[in-house]
């Protein structure tokens, strides 16, 4: 094997699946995501794996953007109520334990917001909102979704760390926040 040549294909390949997602992807759903964030009181976060790796880094730059946010698995989260958003990320859009507690958020009378590449998957039904990704998720059904050279699900958990991260910037200019005042509630003790 041609190390060289083979890495720079590669590298080509993903960097074009990333172009396909990004322009494959629905607006409107984003614009959506963004009214629910301004409006929540308390943003609830959840994700597991690597696709809950980019969702926690989202929960973190909601929070220098001024956002009441909990990440769901930590012993202090408080409880959800209405006015409170669960943003969920779940890939396949049907992972048993994720069922489970969006059907608890939704009890407490939390909206919900799903991230998935698999907008007909069971749990994603009960979603209030739905941000649809178009990029090849592991166990998915949508056949939409741009396929991959890349392993599994990495598509879609690599997309969503970048699309986490437009939305945060998009959110950033919509609420009129500076930089630097992001800045200032960084973690401070490191």
């Not at 060289?4 to 984003?30: C, G």
């Not at 407490?108 to 090849?136: E, R």
């Not at 050279?149 to 986490?164: A, D, N, R």
Request: glycine residues 8%.
């Amino acid at each position: 094997m041609d190390i060289k040549k083979e890495y720079e294909y590669l590298y080509n390949r993903i960097i074009e699946e990333h172009k396909e997602v990004f322009e494959k992807q629905e607006l409107d759903s984003i614009t959506a995501l963004m009214a629910d964030i301004e409006k929540a009181k308390g943003i609830f976060i959840m994700g597991v794996g690597r696709e809950g790796i980019a969702t926690r880094s989202f929960a973190m730059r909601l929070m220098h953007l001024g956002k009441k946010v909990f990440w769901i698995w930590d012993d202090t989260t408080p409880g959800m109520h209405n006015g409170d958003l669960f943003i969920i990320t779940d890939g396949c859009g049907q992972i048993g334990h994720m069922h489970y507690i969006v059907e608890k958020a939704k009890e407490a009378g939390a909206k919900v917001s799903m991230i998935t590449g698999s907008p007909d998957g069971y749990t994603a039904k009960l979603a209030d909102t739905i941000l649809f990704v178009p990029a090849f998720v592991y166990n998915g059904t949508d056949d939409r979704v741009v396929k991959s050279v890349m392993p599994m699900g990495s598509l879609f958990e690599q997309h969503i760390f970048m699309l986490f991260d437009i939305i945060i910037l998009l959110l950033e200019k919509k609420m009129n926040i500076s930089g630097s005042e992001m800045e200032k509630r960084h973690r401070n003790i490191e």
